[in-house]
Each structure stands twice: as C-alpha cells, then as structure tokens.
C-alpha cells in the first residue's frame, strides 16, 4: 500500500488528481443544497446526478480537443483554429446530412463521423502544410485560419442553427443500459481518445519524433527526423480531435451553428497548459490534458455553482494559467539545478525566458 501510494504521489498526474479532489471537496463542502422537484430529496448543489453529469459532459469536449491540441504544443507550436474547426466541421455535417436524405441511424452516423473527421484533418492538415510551406510561425497561421473556418462556417449556415438528425442525439444520448439520466458516450469517447493519445505519444516513433522535435528541433534535424511530415501529422491530428469533438457536441445538442465552441481555443490551450504542456515544446501528456479540462471546467463550475459574478471566470482561469506556467518555470529550474548538482557542479545555463514556441524552421 505504501508502495502504491509513493508511485501515486510521484506521477506526473497526481498533483492534477489531487487538485481535482480537493476542489471537489471544497465545492461539495460550500455548494449548499436544494430540494429535488422529481424526488422531493434535498440534494447537494454540486454532488448530485446532474450536476456531475453536466461538469463531465462540458470536459469531454474540451478534453477531445485539449488532446490533440496538446501534441501540437508538444512539438513547439500553438492551434488556435480548433474552435473554429470544430464549427465548420459541425456546420458542413448537418448540412450534408440534411441535403442527402439520409434516414437509417447507421448510416446516419457513419456519414456525419465521416464528414466530421474529414472536414476536420483538411482544417488541421491546412494547418500543417502553411505552418511547414510558408515557414511562417503557427501563431500566425493558426489566428488567420481561425477566422478563416469561422467565416465558412458563417457563410455555409447563413448564421442559423441547424438541427441534426435525430438519430444522431439519440445515438450521442444513449444512456447504454444505465440510468436515463446519465449520458456516458461522450465520456466514453473521451476516455478512448486519451487512450490513444497517450500511447500515440508514448509508444509509437512518431509520437517520439513529436517530443524530439518539440524539445530540440535543431537536433531532431541532424538526427535525420522528417520534421515536416511529423509537423503536418500534428497538426491534422488536432484538427480529427477538433472534427471529433464536433460530431460528439452536435449530436449530443441536437444542432450546430457557426457561433459554436467561440472561445473554445483558449479554454482547451488552457487545459493542455494547466495539465503540464510546456508552451516551449518537447513536454505534455494526452491524459494530463484530460485532467486539465477537467480542473478547467471545474473551475468554471465552481463559479456557477458558489454564484460569484461570472466575469470573474476569466481572471480565474487566466491566474490559473500563470500559476501553472509559473510552475512549470521553477520545476524546470530545480530539474537544471539537480542536473548541475549531479554533473559535479557544472554550471548549467538558466532556461530561456521568452516563453513563446521557438521557430522550428521545418524541412520543405
């Protein structure tokens, strides 16, 4: 037992882990109570079926797309057009659905994954090609195409919401045999997409290649890695996860609109910095961005729920990205200085203190 709780408290996640339980805590503790209207029970404002329920929901999208967003990160970029991506994908799904006729739930759902995983790799894969082709920084890129796929979105749905199938909502709302009120499928969603994220990056030689690149590119360079092609996979990955995440939501909600997931992109780089993505490259987990939108949306929820002012959500979220970034600076420092300790004293020169994504200069 003592063994398994030093493993716990050395894991990279289990800071996360506990911060997540401590202001769950604290939350359920200071939430207050209320009488259900179908029980007639008085129940926690918090910890109860609903509400749990609705925090869950509201990370899974952002934990989707906080996963592929992070591989982005980790290689030494930034996408801020998946929140627009994950509109035009929605956008271009329920229009096609509605314009082929498509009635069979199977077949429903096959095109609209289709179409939304499609939609969303051309986005990223766009993304991709600019970022390594025009060897312009991505911040750069990735703000014009963000209003670029927000615009399309605008222009294809005519700045209307439009219903998806109902076989859709019915699919993304099964409750698979469980209470009526408990919808697991984005969840379960979420927990596959951190699965394969994870061993994406952690197993795979393009997932090395990702950390390599993000941590040294001018090394990844000399040791022959394709740095392009693993640049622009990045990038389309980002883009399925954003393509995911829109097809999950919409079906979930029942209808998209071009003003959905406005904001998103500085929500889920929240959660991928919060979860321990350095802004610098070369560090970053797909299941500490998981926990990352958990905590962010937590937060959110926490404001709601205590009823403070709501325009206070954004100081709270951006404190909460410099602390984490803060952190991340000391433990970076305490890791040279251990380095140096262990060198015998050798002087190891202090991190670089801009902190914005450094060129990686990508082969052609």
Wanted: with cysteine; hydrophobic share 50%; net charge positive.
């Amino acid at each position: 037992m003592k063994r398994l709780l030093n493993r716990f408290l050395r894991a990279q996640q289990s800071g996360l882990i506990l911060v997540i339980l401590l202001l769950g805590f604290l939350l359920t503790l200071f939430a207050g109570s209320h009488v259900d209207r179908l029980t007639g029970r008085e129940v926690n404002n918090f910890l109860n079926s609903y509400a749990l329920m609705q925090t869950a929901t509201d990370a899974c999208f952002f934990a989707i797309m906080a996963i592929g967003v992070t591989m982005v990160i980790i290689s030494g970029g930034i996408d801020l057009s998946v929140g627009s991506t994950y509109a035009v994908s929605g956008v271009i799904m329920a229009i096609a659905l509605r314009a082929s006729g498509t009635t069979g739930s199977a077949a429903t759902v096959g095109l609209g994954l289709a179409l939304c995983l499609g939609i969303g790799v051309v986005c990223g894969a766009l993304n991709g090609l600019m970022v390594v082709g025009l060897r312009v920084h991505p911040f750069i890129i990735t703000l014009g195409t963000m209003w670029v796929f927000r615009g399309i979105a605008f222009v294809a749905s005519k700045a209307e919401s439009i219903l998806v199938p109902a076989s859709l909502t019915a699919v993304a709302k099964s409750s698979l045999g469980l209470s009526s009120a408990v919808y697991p499928v984005p969840m379960l969603v979420m927990l596959v997409i951190t699965l394969i994220g994870e061993v994406f990056l952690l197993r795979t030689v393009m997932g090395r290649d990702v950390y390599a690149i993000g941590g040294n590119p001018e090394a990844a360079r000399y040791c022959g890695l394709r740095i392009g092609r693993v640049l622009i996979a990045v990038y389309a990955i980002s883009g399925l996860t954003a393509g995911i995440a829109a097809f999950v939501g919409g079906s979930f909600y029942g209808s998209v609109s071009c003003a959905d997931a406005t904001g998103y992109e500085l929500y889920v780089i929240a959660a991928a910095v919060v979860g321990g993505a350095s802004l610098v490259g070369g560090r970053g987990s797909a299941v500490s961005a998981m926990l990352g939108a958990v905590l962010i949306v937590l937060i959110r929820q926490s404001i709601r729920t205590l009823h403070f002012d709501q325009n206070y959500e954004w100081i709270i979220i951006g404190c909460a990205i410099i602390i984490a970034v803060v952190l991340d600076r000391v433990n970076a420092q305490l890791a040279e200085r251990r380095i140096a300790r262990m060198a015998g004293g050798v002087e190891v020169p202090a991190p670089p203190q801009d902190d914005m994504p450094p060129s990686t200069n990508p082969e052609t």
